[in-house]
């Protein structure tokens, strides 16, 4: 079993930046794909980022490149979201999730095995 805990989330103006962490349970964390979705409201959840169990292989939205960066780092069990130059578009809750199984980042939702409760992300214009 494993538990995601986000943290980072809050009120930021628009153009500002936020890191947003996720921070897993497990001594296995290195071996799972991670992804960052997010969910606005009365919207479909989204994939946001994704990447791989080594870190190597990233995956962005195509809306959100350039903007977003995921990372992770193994040894503290960690895979942050770096967003910059915020829009109020942006706003929605962000969840991290795992993978149990593969290497590779994976981009459908339904392969995702674990999620976190989600941090909430507000941009004022």
């Known amino acids: 079993q494993v538990q995601l805990v986000e943290s980072g989330g809050g009120l930021v103006q628009a153009g500002g930046s936020l890191r947003l962490s996720c921070a897993a349970s497990?001594?296995?964390?290195?071996?799972?794909?991670m992804g960052w979705f997010r969910q606005a409201p009365g919207k479909d959840r989204e994939l946001v980022a994704a990447?791989?169990?080594?870190?190597?292989?990233?995956y962005y939205a195509d809306s959100l490149k350039g903007r977003f960066t995921i990372s992770r780092d193994n040894a503290k069990n960690t895979v942050d979201l770096q967003l910059n130059s915020l829009k109020p578009e942006d706003t929605a809750v962000y969840i991290c999730?795992?993978?149990?199984?593969?290497?590779?980042?994976?981009?459908?939702?339904?392969?995702?095995?674990?999620w976190g409760q989600g941090t909430q992300v507000t941009v004022s214009s």
């Open positions: 999730a795992a993978r149990s199984s593969g290497s590779n980042y994976v981009t459908d939702m339904v392969e995702y095995d674990y």
């Open positions: 497990g001594r296995t964390f290195s071996r799972y794909p």
């Open positions: 990447i791989s169990r080594s870190g190597i292989s990233t």
